[in-house]
């Protein structure tokens, strides 16, 4: 089984719609992340949590918000969705305190289209 | 130095050889600089890391060298396989004792057999 899950793993929507993806993790790491990925871009960072009570804004937080639920779970949603928001979802995972400092576990995206 | 926009930079080897993928950093205060494998289809896998105070660092097949007088970053293959193929990005995490990465754009190499 995969250690780091999001669904779902496609999603088209319209314009204004509320959308949220969901990511969840068997890794038991206290850290999560979510990104955006566009044709050409690196990846960037929407939000991140250090634990449950733990939320902080990234670079591109405008028009995102997030729900951490569990130490396992952490939702991203988009309250208004717009056609620029169209992009690859990822969520990713880390664990400090493992040794490795910089390594993230990243699931295997959701791709959103906004129409 | 990495690009921003729709088209990555292009890396074409011929398998068996060395790959050397380069990437320019903007932060002087990032502790570590890290690169990461992003195949088709997958989400990014981390390849090895390299602290600010080092310049080289080796892992299988593998050899991250660090420039900072000129804040370049490079990530060396050794006998190229086809599984290479993949887009690589490099990353700086701008917090140190943090944990939050800044990913460039990325190179894309491509792998003849």
């Known amino acids: 089984d995969a250690d780091v899950t999001q669904t779902p793993r496609n999603r088209i929507t319209k314009t204004g719609k509320r959308i949220m993806l969901e990511c969840s993790q068997t890794k038991g790491h206290d850290r ?3 990104y955006r990925q566009d044709p050409g871009l690196g990846l960037r960072l929407i939000y991140y949590s250090f634990d449950v009570k733990d939320i902080n804004k990234g670079e ?3 028009g995102y918000s997030v729900s951490r639920q569990a ?4 939702s991203l949603s ?14 990713a995972t880390s664990d400090p305190t493992s040794g490795r400092y910089n390594e993230q576990f990243f699931g295997p995206g959701t791709r959103l289209t906004v129409l | 130095g990495e690009s921003v926009g ?3 930079p292009t890396l074409s080897v011929q398998e068996g050889d060395n790959s050397i993928i380069n990437c320019a950093y903007s932060n002087s205060a990032s502790d570590y600089f890290i690169w990461y494998k992003q195949e088709s289809g997958k989400g990014p896998q981390f390849i090895i890391d390299i602290r600010s105070n080092m310049d080289k660092r080796q892992g299988q097949r593998v050899t991250v ?3 900072k007088t000129v804040k370049h970053l490079s ?8 599984g290479d193929s993949a887009v690589y990005f490099c990353a700086e995490n701008i917090t140190p004792g943090g944990n939050k990465l ?3 754009a990325g190179t894309i190499l491509r792998v003849k057999s």
Not at chain 1, 78 to 91: D, G, H, M, R, V
Not at chain 2, 75 to 82: H, V
């Open chain 1, 32 to 34: 999560m992340y979510w």
């Open chain 1, 60 to 62: 591109i937080s405008d």
């Open chain 1, 71 to 74: 130490q396992a779970k952490f």
């Open chain 1, 78 to 91: 988009l309250e208004s969705a717009i056609p620029n928001q169209t992009a690859l979802y990822f969520c």
């Open chain 2, 6 to 8: 729709l088209h990555l």
């Open chain 2, 65 to 67: 060298l660090l420039n």
């Open chain 2, 75 to 82: 990530l060396q293959i050794a006998a190229t396989q086809p």
């Open chain 2, 102 to 104: 800044v990913f460039g």
